[in-house]
């Protein structure tokens, strides 16, 4: 197969050497055409009154660039945590805003029409702080919810008043739930519905994300629980666009387990991503949204690649093109700067990354918005959340506080590090390469 050495609409001239960055750099051909435009293309030009916003982006550019309002709180019971300072006001021009980092009162919303009723004081107090906070922002917003617990194995928190604080009981529905096993199989489709409607007339977004990284439900539970609980991100779709000036809806997907990654026992057996794609395509069949959101985080897995550790430059587009009648937009993506071990027992080799690496993933990303002329571009987060000089090392060190936190996360560290330290921007404010392309495509 014929491969490229840059196999981008924009052209720069990058060192290689690093692992990875020759992983990125070996990009192949064969991304899919672009389909022909839906009728609702979902490029974000609604009828939601954005202020003194611009009614899109400029001329020539599909997508709008932004980054999550989140950051993490070492000290906190909750880390992630809603927050504007990750985003580098100057660097976005939209921001994600997770609302569901609160989980929803369930029961307050399955009364008749699913109206709130009885929501918990301490619940709505952190809903208006964060709406107060979306506000500030002076951006094109994305809110975000989701049906699904921060693990992606059962329903979202449920959020109740518990001696006058915001409790969230992450257990209330048995693992794995499944709606066809319940005496009320809609009750809770019904209530996330109305949930979904009342928090867009709270907030007016831009887009309201109904769903992300849904496919992780049918990873951990499988086929017919995954059918039920897209059942409520199309029931919430349904419910939204019935409301006047409704904002464009969105469900996101996780790129890398459709491809099958991480590998795992009884799936995708000897066989590459892209076949692996093919055959798990068929979970983006019962979406229902205006634009189909991509999450990617591909670092971890570069020498899982069956074909010779290369990254093929229709990563992120080949799962767009297999929704083609849909929009897209890459609503979560990072790539670390640095290279990290992972203390599996002792420390061994995880991820070869460098400065090089993260400015060519951010390349693909940006020419993949481009080609499949998508919606958004979500950088996770813009400015690191900790020291990331830190959390690549391995045994941890350099600050007790931060690695005493990632030993008690045990086994779940890693999802963490490879997130908190894979900003276009460290925590210091030193701007990394990658960010000149940022700002070109910005039109600085």
């Given at each position: ?27 192949t051909t064969g991304c899919g055409s672009d389909p022909d435009p839906a009728e609702d293309t979902g490029d974000g030009n609604t ?119 915001l409790a969230l009981n992450e257990t209330w529905k048995n693992y794995c739930y499944d709606p066809s096993s319940d005496g009320n ?260």
């Amino acid at each position: 197969m014929q491969r490229l050495l840059f196999a981008t609409k924009r052209l720069h001239a990058f060192s290689t050497g690093l692992s990875l960055a020759a992983v990125l750099l070996a990009l192949t051909t064969g991304c899919g055409s672009d389909p022909d435009p839906a009728e609702d293309t979902g490029d974000g030009n609604t009828d939601v009154d954005a202020g003194e916003l611009p009614d899109g982006p400029p001329p020539g550019r599909s997508f709008l660039l932004g980054g999550w309002a989140e950051s993490y709180d070492l000290t906190q019971a909750r880390p992630w945590t809603p927050n504007l300072e990750p985003v580098a006001d100057e660097l976005a021009e939209a921001v994600l805003v997770p609302l569901d980092t609160l989980g929803i009162p369930w029961e307050s919303f399955t009364g008749p029409d699913n109206v709130p009723a009885d929501l918990p004081g301490p619940w709505l107090a952190e809903v208006q702080a964060i709406r107060a906070l979306a506000e500030s922002a002076g951006k094109h917003i994305a809110l975000r919810l989701s049906p699904l617990s921060t693990n992606f194995d059962t329903l979202a928190a449920d959020a109740r008043e518990d001696n006058g604080a915001l409790a969230l009981n992450e257990t209330w529905k048995n693992y794995c739930y499944d709606p066809s096993s319940d005496g009320n199989p809609t009750k809770y489709r019904d209530a996330y519905a109305g949930f979904a409607a009342w928090a867009v007339q709270q907030f007016e977004p831009r887009w309201v994300v109904l769903g992300h990284r849904m496919n992780l439900y049918e990873d951990n539970c499988g086929t017919s629980p995954f059918d039920a609980l897209v059942g409520f991100t199309v029931e919430a779709n349904a419910r939204v666009k019935a409301l006047d000036a409704a904002p464009l809806t969105v469900v996101g997907v996780d790129v890398e387990d459709l491809y099958g990654l991480p590998p795992k026992a009884g799936r995708c057996v000897a066989v590459t991503p892209a076949d692996c794609l093919a055959e798990r395509r068929t979970l983006l069949a019962g979406i229902d949204a205006d634009v189909l959101g991509l999450e990617s985080y591909p670092a971890p897995y570069a020498a899982d690649f069956a074909t010779g550790d290369q990254l093929p430059a229709d990563w992120l587009t080949a799962v767009a093109d297999a929704r083609a009648d849909m929009t897209a937009g890459v609503l979560g993506t990072s790539l670390p700067a640095q290279s990290m071990r992972s203390q599996q027992g002792v420390c061994v080799g995880w991820i070869d990354s460098s400065e090089d690496a993260q400015r060519l993933w951010l390349d693909n990303v940006l020419n993949a918005a481009d080609t499949r002329d998508m919606s958004f571009v979500f950088w996770r987060s813009l400015v690191d959340l900790l020291e990331a000089d830190v959390v690549a090392t391995c045994p941890c060190s350099g600050d007790a506080a931060t690695c005493n936190h990632l030993d008690q996360l045990g086994a779940r560290a890693d999802d963490v590090r490879v997130l908190v330290g894979a900003g276009l921007v460290g925590l210091d404010g030193t701007e990394r390469p990658a960010v000149q392309q940022w700002r070109t495509t910005l039109g600085e």
